[in-house]
């Protein structure tokens, strides 16, 4: 079976930084079951390896995999569903960083 899926890399919520990502990196993918999986399992393996800051910068092309998976009716693994909900946490953490108390 194949699908199709747009994955746009860097988006990390900010509008403009969006529009630009798209313009020069999105590009549309035809990716089978197994390679979705393979490239979720692979880009999981570089998260947990990467360092803080550039764990967040791989979240929105993480979270399209997954959701190509979802839109596809595959079932997700645990300990990709779990990574995916800690780099969501990690993301909301970082924006109450700065925020004065």
Known sequence: MQLR????????GVRAN?????????????MTMDELMSRATA???SIRAANPA??????PEFSG??????????SIP??????????NEELAESRFDNMPV
Request: proline share 0%; glycine share 14%; charged share 20%.
């Open 65 to 74: 995999l997954l959701a190509g998976i979802r839109k596809a009716g595959g």
């Open 43 to 45: 880009l999981e393996e």
């Open 18 to 30: 969006c529009f630009r990502a798209i313009g020069t990196f999105g590009r549309r993918l035809t």
């Open 78 to 87: 645990g300990s990709l569903r779990g990574l995916e909900h800690v780099l």
């Open 5 to 12: 899926i747009a994955v746009f890399f860097n988006c990390a």
């Open 54 to 59: 550039h764990r967040l910068e791989l979240l």
